[in-house]
């Protein structure tokens, strides 16, 4: 067992014995593997025609009810599935949306991922496992959802592992990625990420700690653990540092686009659906409490440990209208970063009241 400053760092236990055969121990091991396309799917997967499919990104509308959203994606099984009930589109979820105010927790789920009706491989719609597809739906998709937490999904060896990425690399030249399934098979110069550093590095946000806690609490058959860094060089790798790449570039929380945590999750596909379904809704969870202290923190006004009356007092004096502008001192009063401070704010401010409401 190994330790940052923040997490515990754990390689995987099939890792380990190999480790000790060897008489050597790298924690930073890649943890994922293309496959070889047409591998069959496990049985609990949906065989999905893609050309039966009405609703792809393109048609995607996030639902106006003045909640904050949430971001999953996925890729092979079992990742696309256990996203499913999150999923707002009914040709991948035919249970209906679950993610509209997830559990009363004030928060929207939506999830996105790709459908393999000819076996393991690229895939067919959105997150295709091919870089031209997923770094455009990437771009398209992160405007329309907004999200105030993303968390993406990969998966990994034949293990029980939930393994949250600590962060991931950025490769040049382009060629250095491993090669996807359809030509051409690498991150082309037109991509977006084509200007970024060579081993650049793009950390992980979410509170990792407190999910590798609770997923060992409520799932203690599975693995989690944290590790420093994603060596890996496919897709995943891809996804993990765009989605690390949005965080950095709207961490602020006066930015319209505000993003207090993002992150990538390996996922072992030995578990089952369900345990995997289990893992996401307490990994959710528990980012929820996250954001949750986070925006707590700025709705505490005055800075004296709980959001009450005073607060609510600063806060009427602020009361402007929608994007009706402000005095700058009443900045955070904006909680939905619309330019003006009005009732939508307020509705944020008292989910978090520790005292009578006004």
Not at 84 to 107: I, K, V
């Amino acid at each position: 067992m190994y330790r940052n400053e923040s997490y515990t760092v754990r390689p995987s236990k099939k890792l380990i014995a190999g480790f000790v055969l060897l008489g050597t121990f790298n924690i930073t091991v890649a943890q994922e593997f293309p496959v070889l396309e047409g591998t069959p799917l496990p049985d609990y997967a949906h065989n999905i025609v893609v050309d039966d499919l009405t609703s792809t990104i393109e048609d995607f509308v996030a639902v106006d009810n003045g909640l904050p959203n949430i971001l999953l994606t996925g890729y092979w099984p079992p990742t696309n599935e256990m996203l499913r009930q999150f999923s707002p589109f009914p040709d991948h979820n035919l249970t209906g949306w679950a993610g509209c105010n997830w559990e009363g927790r004030g928060y929207n789920i939506y999830a996105f991922f790709p459908e393999f009706p000819n076996g393991m491989g690229s895939g067919s719609g959105d997150f295709e496992v091919d870089y031209q597809v997923t770094s455009p739906d990437f771009w398209y998709l992160i405007e329309k959802v907004k999200p105030i937490a993303i968390i993406s999904h990969g998966r990994s060896g034949y293990d029980y592992d939930w393994e949250l990425e600590g962060g991931n690399r950025m490769y040049q030249p382009l060629s250095n990625w491993s090669n996807d399934y359809v030509a051409p098979n690498d991150p082309t110069p037109d991509l977006p990420i084509a200007d970024q550093p060579g081993d650049d590095e793009k950390m992980s946000t979410l509170p990792i700690a407190e999910i590798v806690a609770a997923v060992e609490a409520e799932l203690p058959e599975l693995y989690p653990y944290g590790t420093n860094i994603d060596t890996s060089r496919f897709l995943c790798n891809f996804m993990g540092y765009h989605i690390n790449w949005w965080h950095e570039m709207h961490s602020d929380p006066h930015d319209p686009m505000w993003n207090v945590t993002a992150g990538y999750i390996h996922v072992g596909y030995r578990m089952s659906l369900e345990q995997a379904i289990q893992a996401v809704e307490v990994t959710t969870r528990t980012v929820i409490d996250h954001v949750d202290g986070v925006c707590l923190q700025r709705c505490d006004s005055d800075n004296d440990g709980d959001v009450d009356l005073s607060d609510f007092d600063i806060f009427e004096a602020c009361v402007s209208g929608p994007a009706a502008g402000y005095d700058p001192a009443c900045a955070d009063m904006d909680m939905n970063n619309d330019g003006g401070v009005d009732l939508l704010d307020f509705a944020v401010i008292q989910r978090f009241f520790t005292s009578a409401n006004p």
